[in-house]
């Protein structure tokens, strides 16, 4: 019997055939009941973050947004949500039940009695043993306590972050000096010993502690910090995002999550043995340049195997480029490690958000959005939606402008994906915001109030960004 895998699919269903965990995409019919637009459908569509709904106004067809209806529109077609709405609970089925629509188009992981083309791996799996946790006499840096459950609210949860902000900046900031200091030191002239890599496998234990202590914080410096900071950040950031995704999704805690950090934090390694002009250029890669960058895996593989690293950290070096349509080096997918395809989509999320000398950044949002059309093709789409629901739909740390012209920071997850938690900054007018409100965009009295894009927060604050989050003053919590 062939063994059962399952695939990420697009699927439509009907409304009673929904199950918790699915991730909902469009409304295949127009209930009757929504069908003339009042102002209690008006209320209740607004809780949707759609694009290009469909309606007859003034006996013409055309295409609106959701905060562009008006009373007495006739709804005649849903446009696609904006980002995939996760369906949490047994209400929100009973929701959509009686609101009377009957078919829907969401994503879910459809089970195949086949061995697909693309297999996907169904869980996080390791192949090695984790070295033990450090005796709790080792030294160590110290950071701020993990919250306790009296900070579990919204603001409590924010002043944890902006606690642990010094610790993450700090820890980023030297990570990203170690690896500056390996990659310069042009080892292709030399062997290289266990000894050039101690600093990462250090490194790797305090990513994990910070992680644990508080996953958002890693994230606001990375997505806040000002451009060309650190040449050598990429793989400090890469390591966070993987190791805070296995923490979220996986509680992945102690010497094994600072042992997938190290996999993670060395999956460039490779790129030591290549000339650092290479490594710096500020312009795209001629063909002989791609070339040759696309030996770093193997070059790195093969450092790690033989200094002894475990088995999986050094499938993470060899094999996070690889993608389901090919990628490098030459290997099939369905033999790629859970953590190497992890790695991999985490690589170019980092890639897609951190700007170039050719290019300008996506925000977090595009960003996922990205990754969310290369499931399809190219990256694990379970990984992928592992990723999204780590770190949000609207990451926390990212800058959004609202609908009433402000302009915030994300600071928590919603119950609604695409509705989280923010603070403006911003008046609508352009004037900094001196006393801070947290607002829960998914509260029913804020329903008219939504995310209109995501920003770039260097357009509003330049390099100060991230001291501004970090100084948040809040009226009330």
Known sequence: MAETRQLLEEVPLPVAALTTGMFLLRFLDVPAKLQVVSPAVLAFLRKFEFYDLTVLRAERVQSVDADELQIGDRLVGFGRLESPVEIKSSQHIKILGSAGF???????????????????????????????????????????????AKDQTAAGRLRAIQDHLGWAR???????????????????SKKMSKKNLQGAVDLGAELAKLVEANPDSGNVISLLSHEDQF???????????????????????????????????????GK????????????????????????????????LSELGFASLQVDMTRHHHVTRSGGYPNYPFDKVSTLARLTGTSDIYQALTTPRPYKEPESANQALQTLLKLAKTQLDPQVVLFFIKALGVYPVGSTVELSNGEVAFVVGKGANSARPKVVPVVDAQG?????????????????????EKPVNHRDYFKNNALDLFGNLSLLSG
Do not use: W
């Not at 820890?171 to 030191?185: A, D, K, V």
């Not at 950040?233 to 999704?249: E, K």
């Not at 030591?272 to 070059?299: A, C, G, I, W, Y």
């Open 431 to 451: 004037g900094l915001i001196q006393n801070n409100e947290l607002l829960d965009l998914a509260r029913p009295d804020l329903g008219e109030l939504k995310i």
């Open 272 to 303: 030591s043995k290549l000339p650092r002009d290479l490594l710096e250029k500020e312009t795209k890669f001629e063909k002989r340049d791609k070339q040759q960058m696309e030996t770093h895996p193997v070059l790195g593989s093969e450092i």
């Open 231 to 269: 040449t050598y950040r990429h793989s400090v950031d890469v390591a966070h995002y993987v190791i805070s995704t296995c923490h979220v999704m996986r509680n992945e805690v102690g010497g094994r999550l600072a042992a997938i950090a190290v996999g993670a934090l060395l999956h460039d390694v």
């Open 102 to 148: 009957s078919k829907v188009l969401v994503v879910r992981f459809m089970a195949k009695t086949q061995d697909p083309k693309y297999p996907v791996l169904d869980s996080f799996a390791y192949d090695f043993e984790p070295p033990p946790d450090p005796p709790k006499t080792a030294p160590t840096k110290r950071g701020p306590a993990a919250q306790t």
């Open 170 to 188: 700090e820890t980023l900031e030297e990570g990203s000096r170690t690896l500056e200091e390996l990659y310069s030191g042009n080892f292709f």
